[in-house]
């Protein structure tokens, strides 16, 4: 319902996830927003952030309306909050990825 009039960019669906670019700051958080199965942002886009993206699409799936509930009171800290824990650090941007 967001993304859609909002959307500046390309909106496109890749792999299941709707991902609707060109949106104004205010309409989403950090680089972009997860939102059931679309993605909000301006041009944050690769297949790391895309795969990051994927898991929270499957955590609203499992979690549903409370997700958004569930995620504020896990906190605003992206390293302390588990649910971008397990969406991926690294692939979400929020941390160097790790010399292998």
Not at 75 to 94: C, M, Q, R, T, V
Request: glycine share 12%; with cysteine; proline share 4%.
């Amino acid at each position: 319902m967001i993304g859609l009039p909002l959307s500046q960019g390309r909106v496109e669906r890749v792999d299941g996830l709707i991902v609707c670019r060109g949106l104004p700051k205010w309409a989403y958080a950090r680089g972009g927003t997860c939102v059931g199965s679309v993605y909000l942002t301006g041009n944050v886009v690769s297949d790391r952030v895309l795969r990051h993206e994927r898991v929270h699409v499957d955590q609203w799936k499992k979690y549903g309306l409370l997700f958004p509930i569930l995620y504020w009171l896990a906190g605003s800290d992206p390293l302390k909050n588990h649910f971008e824990i397990e969406a991926g650090l690294e692939d979400g941007g929020y941390v160097r990825r790790s010399a292998r």
